[in-house]
């Protein structure tokens, strides 16, 4: 017994090394973007990903993650209702059959998530979400789940396919 909770201890040890320690190949520090110093400095993840000819940087770690949109002038896209206490874990883009894209985020909890905190917002090309989790969970024991609803919807009325979400390599998946 004393053995298998030395394991286990080991291995919680060496996931958490995992999640605070960046690996450079593919991931942006927070030295080559904007507002840098609104995050301390602390273990950080990144990563940049281009949806329609904008750029988009998701920045920190933990409470402190965000997505930024890129270019003149940076701004922080804001988290979609029902997202309080939860944040941006990876982005894709999605194309619609008329050819316009959209950014797509998945919110979650860091630094393991959970199987179900996994929602979906689709943003607009203001930078805003076009879709919302309120409540965040439906269902209740085994049946518990991320609320979906709206961007389950949202892809249809758009004619659009769920993405291949990236992940910053930072990011345990």
């Known amino acids: 017994m004393y053995i298998r909770n030395l394991f286990v201890m080991s291995a919680l040890l060496v996931s958490l090394n995992a999640c605070a320690d960046p690996h450079p190949g593919g991931t942006r520090s927070l030295s080559e973007t904007s507002d840098r110093q609104s995050l301390e400095p602390r273990a950080?993840?990144?990563m940049d990903l281009e949806c329609g000819?904008?750029?988009f940087v998701l920045l920190g770690s933990g409470e402190n993650a965000r997505v930024e949109a890129?270019?003149?002038s940076s701004m922080t896209l804001p988290a979609p209702r029902g997202m309080q206490g939860f944040v941006p874990v990876?982005?894709?883009c999605a194309t619609s059959a008329s050819g316009q894209q959209y950014?797509?985020?998945?919110y979650g909890e860091t630094p393991f998530g959970c199987k179900v905190c996994e929602w979906f917002f689709i943003y607009d090309t203001q930078g805003a979400p076009m879709n919302y989790a309120v409540p965040p969970t439906r269902g209740s024991g085994e049946t518990l789940e991320?609320?979906?609803?709206g961007y389950e919807r949202l892809l249809s009325e758009l004619g659009l396919?769920?993405?291949q979400i990236e992940?910053?390599?930072s990011n345990p998946r």
């Open 146 to 149: 991320a609320n979906n609803d």
């Open 44 to 46: 950080t993840m990144g």
């Open 70 to 72: 890129s270019g003149t």
């Open 53 to 55: 000819g904008a750029s």
């Open 161 to 163: 396919r769920h993405p």
């Open 90 to 92: 990876g982005m894709g």
């Open 103 to 106: 950014l797509v985020v998945q």
């Open 167 to 169: 992940y910053p390599e």
